[in-house]
């Protein structure tokens, strides 16, 4: 089992940054690629980064290509996703998940963080 525990959400204006941290816990992450989605009101989960654990391989949803940032912290066992030039439509709950191998699929989920920007 993985815990996973995000934090870092809050109100800020357009333009500006968040940095968003997703806590592990529970096993290794040896082998797993940790993303984060977000879901605003009235709208699907919408992908927004993905990193492989052992290479921090990063991939990102053409939404958030060239303002957010995924990373991750082997030692504390934590994710991060800094996100600059912030727009009133990256107001979303954020979550953080995490999948084993080459299945693609999510197993585990966080509780999420709400992001709202204002215009």
């Known amino acids: 089992q993985v815990q996973l525990v995000e934090s870092g959400g809050g109100l800020v204006q357009a333009g500006g940054s968040l940095r968003l941290s997703c806590a592990a816990s529970?096993?290794?992450?040896?082998?797993?690629?940790v993303g984060w989605f977000r879901q605003a009101p009235g709208k699907e989960r919408e992908f927004v980064a993905r990193?492989?654990?052992?290479?921090?391989?990063?991939y990102y949803g053409d939404s958030v290509k060239g303002r957010f940032t995924i990373s991750r912290d082997k030692a504390k066992n934590t994710i991060y996703l800094e996100m600059n030039s912030l727009k009133p439509e990256d107001t979303a709950v954020y979550y953080c998940?995490?999948?084993?191998?080459?299945?693609?699929?999510?197993?585990?989920w966080g509780q999420g963080t709400q992001v709202t920007v204002s215009s």
């Open positions: 998940a995490a999948g084993f191998g080459l299945s693609g699929d999510y197993d585990y």
């Open positions: 529970g096993r290794s992450l040896l082998n797993y690629y």
């Open positions: 990193i492989t654990w052992t290479a921090g391989s990063a």
